[in-house]
């Protein structure tokens, strides 16, 4: 790890003594809590109630429950294999100790395409949302946000949890006053939130799983709250049930304001109907929300180049920061297209990878974890069932 050197939180203060290691122990919690949903909430969710509304939000909060759940299952077996094994290690070390060099290999590649197409996806929507607040070009501001997220990727993991705590705080708190707003101005209608239909339930599957991709950010929590891994289950349990409840109100008060005239990326919309400060405020969000997802998928990647292909530090930050603005500039501008592609590809090849390196670590494993999973089999398949028929529906309606 590299960083300044900061205390555990800036808000309290630990005493010595039994007390004193309890209430450090929450703090690691927090912090873990924190460094998951900072990661998981980001753009995806400013995606989440236009795709939605195309699907009908009944269906969409049917697939928004269901694959949040197959996330949470997922991270947890994430946790229980990082905590099987010795030493650090990001998801491509994981599945090359427990899967061989195949799986090294692919998920690898999966957590490229997953933390690149991100990587575009936040500074695209950071672009739209400084713009919408200041003015001026969105590409002004896209680079701006750039060359600032660059900078703050340099510093890696200790400057990570005590500004994903604090961040992600502010965020919360922003997004509960947009939600509230939005019930205030009296355009809710219930006419707008009726809408099933079981053959549209996977239009919505790429957007949503990749608002919801975190999984990288597990080894991340082991290393935030290390020295308590016995609180690692409640973290990650807690830091993913908490973007299920974000993003179905969520959903749910834009939806029930803007139906079908809901915007590609939601705060757009929002800020317009709200008025000025209502555009301040939801843009503040925006920005929030992709900032921090931006730096701990950053440095989650820059982890695999260090720890697992033992790249020099330096080179290894080039490489995370060089492709997404390469890909920018080679014309890759659509926000939906690019979170929905890159969710169903990358999320689906993980949550297939972890799957099988977590049979291989029950087995394996180099340590007794603090926690274990009682998974069926049966879980397993259909876990694995599910991420291949979304991938494969969401290439072929791209074909």
């Known amino acids: 790890m590299i960083g300044v050197q900061i205390p555990a939180s800036p808000f309290i203060f630990v005493k010595k003594g039994k007390r ?16 998951l949903v900072g990661m998981v909430i980001g753009a995806g969710v400013l995606g989440i109630p236009y795709i939605v509304a195309q699907a009908g939000f009944l269906t969409g909060l049917l697939s928004l429950v269901l694959i949040g759940l197959a996330i949470l299952i997922v991270n947890l077996l994430v946790g229980e294999v990082a905590l099987r094994t010795e030493g650090n290690h990001q998801l491509p070390g994981y599945a090359g100790h427990y899967l061989g060099k195949w799986g090294k290999r692919l998920m690898t590649l999966s957590m490229i395409i997953g933390v690149y197409g991100a990587l575009i996806a936040y500074t695209l ?31 890696g993991i200790k400057t990570l949890a ?26 809710f209608k219930l006419g707008n939130l009726a809408e099933f239909s079981a053959s549209k339930l996977l239009i919505p ?4 799983l990749f ?6 950010a597990i080894p991340e929590v082991r290393e935030v709250i290390r020295g308590h891994w ?5 973290a990650v349990i807690l830091g993913s049930l908490i973007p299920i409840g974000v993003y179905a109100i969520f959903t749910f008060a834009v939806i029930g304001v803007m139906g079908l005239g809901t915007t590609e990326i939601a705060t757009v919309g929002i800020g317009q109907l709200l008025g000025k400060l209502g555009l301040v405020f939801t843009n503040v969000f925006a920005i929030l929300a992709m900032a921090t997802s931006f730096i701990a998928l950053g440095i989650a990647l820059k982890e695999v180049y260090t720890y697992d292909y033992r790249l020099p530090k330096n080179l290894a930050w080039i490489f995370v920061c060089a492709v997404p603005i390469v890909l920018i500039l080679l014309g890759v501008h659509s926000f939906i297209k690019v979170i929905g592609i890159t969710g169903a590809i990358s999320g689906g090849l993980d949550g297939i990878l972890v799957v099988l390196m977590w049979w291989k670590a029950k087995k394996t494993g180099q340590r007794k974890p603090e926690y274990e999973i009682n998974l069926p089999e049966i879980i397993g398949y259909l876990l694995i069932a599910m991420f291949v028929i979304g991938a494969g529906y969401v290439v072929y309606s791209i074909i």
Request: glycine share 10%; net charge neutral; with cysteine.
């Open 20 to 35: 004193g290691k309890q209430n450090l122990a929450k703090i690691h919690v927090y912090e873990g809590i924190a460094t």
């Open 125 to 155: 929507g950071e672009g739209q949302s400084l713009s919408q607040i200041f003015g001026f070009d969105p590409w002004l501001w896209s680079t701006l946000f750039f060359v600032c997220g660059a900078i703050w990727l340099f510093f």
């Open 205 to 208: 599957y790429g957007v949503i």
């Open 162 to 187: 005590a500004s994903e705590l604090l961040m992600t705080f502010v965020k919360l708190c922003i997004f509960v006053s947009i939600v509230a707003a939005l019930f205030i101005v009296g355009n």
């Open 211 to 216: 608002a919801y991709l975190g999984t990288a």
């Open 230 to 234: 016995h609180e690692m289950k409640k």
